[in-house]
């Protein structure tokens, strides 16, 4: 892995240049010395990826491609309670508010949650998974963290932190997803729709009120681009003639520069540019380019231009190959939108690749703003490539691009900044109206 990680990962030299060859041997003689004592795959895959954050933390890893619960060691036995379910019923009707003790469904399992002292426990009541029957303990938790019990009753213990009750019906615990079936609570019309945008698979647009609508876009993956252009083309009209346009990115952790073409127009009022990037020609790198020539998701044209790369980058291996004669490329429009004046983007921890590459260009327009928290920071190295290891219990991933923006304007770990931070005292569902309460302000 380390051989072919350093003759074919696009940011290995210049990390190396930065961080020294000394610090370099000291970080492979640590791990050489931690590997010696790993007996299971699933810890032999953490080993391999703990080893490339020397590196950066984006575009690049090692995931387990095995079988592995994740979690603890299974229990002999399973804790159980006795509760009767009409009870239990009475007893929440009694409540003006339950928080988080109710009725939750999370597929095969209908989960009840009560509280007992200062903890809560969740119990199977329903359930079509063999191994599970009524009674038994799914999860325990209090204020400093908890335990979900997975399928085999492995246990997956999460922070305190991961327990989040987003509006009045929808529970996080660590990794799972839990929704309230009894009783059921009206939420008001805010946080519903911040849900429903959050929750959403697909790009959506809504109308918030007489001057914003919102465009939701969770995904930049060329898959998507289908279904973006889609809620462009329909709403064209209505958000060229609406003075406040919000752009909802949270959860989007990028895809293909294709997919934001027909925002960018709405956003434009002087020219943009756009700092390019160079490839690094090595065989392994160029099958790659050979192969995404003959992706069907991409048009004809595409398809040619990649093939040109592919045989560009043929001609000269073991050299980075720009794809353009210009470092820097300006982009011109022939018109500015009156409409929409303001533009609130909304960002977070979780935006990284393509979506930073979007907000590098809509940051440049004087109708932009973005709101939130701090994004990932991976673009400085990009356009991934996966292979898989020889055993077929492992996968690469690494980057075959370099930013000419390195090192006069590096993201990569860094991230980009709001230019309105949403700090914690707002919660997650309500930063729609704090984005919209900014652009109708007077």
């Known amino acids: 892995m380390k051989k072919t990680f350093e003759e074919n990962d696009a940011g290995f030299a210049y990390i190396l240049s930065k961080k020294g060859k000394d610090a370099y ?60 379910t009409r009870e239990f019923e009475k007893y929440l009707n009694a409540k003006k508010d339950p928080g988080y003790e109710g009725i939750w469904v999370s597929e095969p399992y209908k989960i009840g949650i009560k509280k007992t002292g200062n903890s809560y426990v969740g119990f199977i009541i329903e359930t079509t998974a063999e191994n599970w029957k009524a009674g038994e303990v799914k999860a325990k938790f209090d204020e400093n963290g908890g335990v979900y019990y997975l399928r085999n009753k492995a246990a997956a213990k999460f922070s305190k932190s991961k327990i989040k009750l987003e509006g009045k019906n929808d529970l996080e615990l660590g990794n799972f997803v839990l929704k309230r079936i009894y009783p059921v609570l ?188 701090t994004t990932f920071g991976m673009l400085d190295i990009s356009n991934v490539h996966s292979i898989p290891f020889p055993c077929a219990k492992f996968e690469l991933f690494y980057g075959l691009s370099k930013s000419y923006r390195i090192p006069g304007m590096a993201i990569d770990d860094i991230g980009l900044q709001p230019d309105y931070y949403i700090d914690n005292t707002v919660e997650r569902t309500g930063w729609i109206k704090f984005v919209n309460e900014v652009l109708n302000s007077k």
């Open 186 to 373: 009206k939420n008001d019309p805010e946080t519903e729709l911040e849900l429903k945008l959050l929750k959403s698979s697909r790009p959506l647009f809504e109308r918030l009120n007489a001057t914003t609508v919102i465009l939701r876009v969770p995904f930049f993956e060329i898959t998507e681009k289908k279904y973006i252009d889609s809620v462009i083309g329909v709403n064209r009209a209505i958000i060229s003639s609406t003075p406040n346009l919000i752009i909802d990115l949270r959860n989007n952790p990028g895809g293909s520069d294709a997919s934001f073409e027909e925002i960018l127009p709405f956003l434009y009022t002087n020219p943009v540019r756009n700092v390019g990037t160079e490839f690094l020609s090595t065989k392994l790198n160029n099958q790659r380019m050979l192969e995404l020539s003959n992706n069907p998701e991409f048009d004809e044209a595409t398809r040619k231009q990649l093939r040109e790369f592919y045989e560009k980058l043929e001609q000269s291996p073991g050299k980075f190959i720009p794809f353009s004669e210009q470092i820097v490329e300006i982009q011109r429009r022939d018109s500015v939108y009156t409409y929409p004046q303001q533009v609130g983007i909304l960002v977070h921890e979780r935006n990284g690749s393509t979506t930073e590459q979007f907000l590098l260009a809509a940051k440049q327009s004087k109708k932009v703003k973005l709101f939130g928290v």
């Open 25 to 84: 041997e000291m970080h492979n003689n640590a791990y050489l010395e931690k590997v010696k004592k790993i007996i299971s795959d699933k810890e032999c895959a953490i080993a391999l990826d703990q080893w490339m954050r020397f590196f950066r933390q984006g575009h690049i890893g090692v995931s387990f491609k095995g079988k592995d619960t994740g979690a603890g060691a299974v229990p002999e036995k399973s804790e159980t309670v006795k509760i009767d």
